[in-house]
């Protein structure tokens, strides 16, 4: 990662070189002559489609001014923007129309992100046009294989919470499906356990987090909702990943209604910590692990960090990781119009502090979609996180799934950000 103090030198190399007008004090995109249709990408004639007008206005739905942004932060290398699953070109049936849910795991320099697919406006459920895609890339992002149905791998089984998640476990990554599946070989193939859920309670079933864990006491872990009683959820568990149970949680505090699709956090001391919209707050829950505690007695409480009716609010699952060059906890939350970086001390969270800290708002948009950033990976080589997220537009529309891929250096990062977004006025 270069460091940022070369930006001036950069801007004006750049403007020099023709790509920054500094007179009209526009960016001057790639052509978008060949993207006037839903046409297949062609990655030959277009090297930048983040920055093509077809991409911008399609998917990501920003504006020139955001465009500009965005290609000066991939310049100097602190973040980057680039197309993972595009639903056009010969790769893609015609019930690939809307990707959304992706989540991930890296493995060395390999990642698996698993997303969610949607059927085309008015087609027949044959079963060929929706459900998970896995795709897989060894190269860390940069290059992507073709996607291949989870339901070809795991055609049946018995399910527990809605939606995706996916993590490590023993140097492998193991994914939910209908069972789960475990590949020992970076995704080439894959042992699917389609009984896995066969003894979760019907109380289980709802909203999941993104992630599965390797907890320190209680063995892999994920969480869900669920909507059997307000104030609960319920942890899944499991010693090796081929059978699960479940135990629910309790929650005391100011939560006013029930935790849809928490996204979590193991801590390093065996704490959990979770955070999740629902639909009123952005709510905060932290349970303190103690030796000797049991995974059926875990006990969250919860607390109110902000509404979501106002100007920077959270619709959609966030994402919790660990920074280790911050040393901080950091929480990337979306709606329709921002995607928003905030971070807290863990020591400071540990000790009752609900105070996060606004770090940056990382992209701004005029969609009417939210961004789902939940799920993400941290590539410690490369110093970087890996934020995979859906763009585009609603029913009837198509959506994509995009990588944001931004410094782990949060403070040079947001301060660079802040300081651009006041001269620019955006």
Same mark, same amino acid.
């Given at each position: 990662?270069?460091?940022?103090?070369?930006?001036?030198?950069?801007?004006?190399?750049?403007?020099?070189?023709?790509?920054?007008?500094?007179? !009209?004090?526009?960016?001057?995109?790639?052509?978008?002559?060949?993207?006037?249709?839903?046409?297949?990408?062609?990655?030959?004639? !277009?090297?930048?489609?983040?920055?093509?007008? @077809?991409?911008?206005?399609?998917?990501?739905?920003?504006?020139?001014?955001?465009?500009?942004?965005?290609?000066?932060?991939?310049?100097?290398?602190?973040?980057?923007?680039? !197309?993972?699953?595009?639903? $056009?070109? $010969?790769?893609?049936?015609?019930?690939?129309?809307?990707?959304?849910?992706?989540?991930?795991?890296?493995?060395?320099?390999?990642?698996?992100?698993?997303?969610?697919?949607?059927?085309?406006?008015?087609?027949?459920?044959?079963?060929?046009?929706?459900?998970?895609?896995?795709?897989?890339?060894?190269?860390?992002?940069?290059?992507?294989?073709?996607?291949?149905?989870?339901?070809?791998?795991?055609?049946?089984? @018995?399910?527990?919470?809605?939606?995706?998640?996916?993590?490590?476990?023993?140097?492998?990554?193991?994914?939910?499906?209908?069972?789960?599946?475990?590949? $020992?070989?970076?995704?080439?193939?894959?042992?699917?356990?389609?009984?896995?859920?066969? @003894?979760?309670?019907? !109380?289980?079933?709802?909203?999941?987090?993104?992630?599965?864990?390797?907890?320190?006491?209680?063995?892999?872990?994920?969480?869900?909702?669920?909507?059997?009683?307000?104030?609960?959820?319920?942890?899944?568990?499991s010693d090796n990943g081929v059978l699960w149970e479940d135990s629910d949680w309790g929650i005391e505090g100011d939560d006013p209604v029930n935790c849809p699709g928490p996204s979590s956090l193991v801590l390093e001391d065996g704490s959990i910590l979770m955070v999740s919209s629902n639909g009123l707050q952005m709510v905060q829950y932290l349970y303190k692990y103690k030796a000797g505690d049991t995974y059926d007695g875990i006990l969250f409480t919860a607390d109110i960090l902000f509404d979501i009716s106002t100007s920077l609010s959270a619709n959609d699952v966030p994402d919790l990781i660990y920074n280790p060059v911050s040393g901080k906890i950091e929480m990337m939350e979306s709606n329709p119009g921002a995607l928003i970086l905030w971070s807290i001390d863990p020591k400071d969270l540990m000790e009752g502090s609900i105070d996060w800290e606004l770090e940056t708002v990382l992209m701004k948009r005029t969609g009417i979609s939210s961004m789902h950033p939940a799920g993400s990976v941290v590539d410690l080589d490369k110093q970087l996180q890996h934020i995979f997220l859906y763009m585009g537009g609603e029913y009837p529309d198509r959506n994509c799934i995009y990588k944001l891929s931004r410094s782990l250096d949060t403070k040079s990062l947001a301060s660079w950000i802040n300081e651009q977004r006041i001269q620019m006025g955006i």
């Open positions: 990662m270069r460091p940022l103090i070369i930006i001036p030198v950069l801007i004006l190399c750049l403007s020099m070189a023709g790509l920054i007008s500094c007179a !009209e004090d526009e960016l001057l995109l790639p052509s978008d002559s060949t993207y006037m249709g839903l046409y297949p990408i062609d990655p030959v004639s !277009e090297t930048n489609l983040a920055f093509s007008d @077809y991409m911008a206005n399609r998917y990501l739905k920003i504006g020139s001014q955001e465009n500009r942004l965005l290609f000066m932060a991939d310049s100097i290398g602190s973040m980057q923007v680039a !197309e993972v699953l595009v639903p $056009e070109g $010969e790769d893609f049936k015609s019930g690939s129309y809307n990707f959304g849910w992706p989540v991930a795991a890296m493995n060395g320099s390999s990642i698996i992100v698993s997303t969610q697919r949607k059927l085309l406006p008015g087609q027949a459920d044959d079963k060929s046009g929706k459900g998970q895609l896995l795709i897989t890339s060894d190269d860390a992002g940069e290059t992507w294989s073709k996607p291949v149905e989870v339901q070809n791998l795991q055609p049946y089984g @018995y399910r527990v919470g809605d939606l995706s998640c996916i993590g490590n476990f023993e140097g492998n990554i193991i994914q939910k499906g209908n069972g789960t599946m475990i590949t $020992e070989d970076k995704g080439a193939n894959w042992k699917p356990f389609p009984r896995a859920f066969k @003894y979760v309670t019907q !109380e289980a079933y709802g909203p999941n987090g993104p992630r599965i864990h390797n907890h320190p006491a209680f063995g892999l872990i994920f969480v869900t909702g669920t909507s059997a009683s307000i104030g609960t959820g319920s942890v899944i568990r």
